[in-house]
């Protein structure tokens, strides 16, 4: 599987601050990875998924936007 490290834009964040793997971000086909988990990427500025290793890390200088 993946195991690289994707890095994001804050705009590739959902409203809750997060992306979900396998993602097309990763270069990956939806058919033949694992099943979609959610990661919260905005607490900590990084995430792992369990299944395939991937990280998806948010870019340096990127800004999560808190709050409504």
Do not use: I
């Not at 793997?21 to 099943?35: F, I, R, T, V, Y």
């Not at 988990?37 to 890390?57: I, M, N, S």
């Amino acid at each position: 599987m993946s195991q690289g490290v994707v890095e994001l834009k804050a705009k590739d964040l959902n409203a809750h601050g997060g992306v979900f793997c396998p993602s097309p971000l990763a270069d990956m086909k939806l058919w033949n990875s694992h099943p979609k988990v959610y990661l919260d990427v905005a607490k900590t500025g990084e995430g792992k998924c369990p299944y395939c290793g991937t990280v998806y890390r948010l870019a340096a200088g990127e800004q999560v936007a808190h709050g409504h």
